[in-house]
């Protein structure tokens, strides 16, 4: 079991940068891949990005890549999603999961946080 929380959202300008927390609780924790993923108001749940267990691979959706970075702290049990030139369309809310697999898909994810909403006004 693995619990999750995620921390750090808020409201900022088009172009300011935001960084995401989330903090696991549970075991075994470098073991699980770890992935980002938003749901914008009124729409489905999509990739943003994820990280392996030791942290050597990672993946980005189109829409993100060259302004957010994923990490993780496997000390801390903590993921982390840098967030920078954010735009209006990044508004969603943004949740961490975490998955035994690398995978990108949401429906391979096991475990899941409660979310945080991100609003970028322009």
């Known amino acids: 079991q693995v619990q999750l929380v995620e921390s750090g959202g808020g409201l900022v300008r088009a172009g300011d940068s935001l960084r995401l927390s989330c903090a696991a609780s549970?075991?075994?924790?470098?073991?699980?891949?770890m992935g980002w993923f938003r749901q914008p108001s009124g729409k489905e749940r999509e990739f943003v990005s994820t990280?392996?267990?030791?942290?050597?691979?990672?993946n980005y959706a189109d829409s993100v890549k060259g302004r957010f970075t994923i990490s993780r702290d496997n000390a801390k049990m903590t993921v982390y999603l840098q967030m920078k030139s954010l735009k209006p369309e990044d508004t969603a809310v943004y949740y961490c999961?975490?998955?035994?697999?690398?995978?990108?898909?949401?429906?391979?994810?096991?475990?899941w946080g409660q979310g945080t909403q991100v609003t970028v006004s322009s």
């Open positions: 999961a975490a998955s035994p697999n690398v995978v990108v898909n949401p429906d391979g994810y096991n475990y």
């Open positions: 549970g075991r075994a924790f470098s073991t699980y891949t």
């Open positions: 990280i392996s267990g030791l942290g050597r691979t990672t």
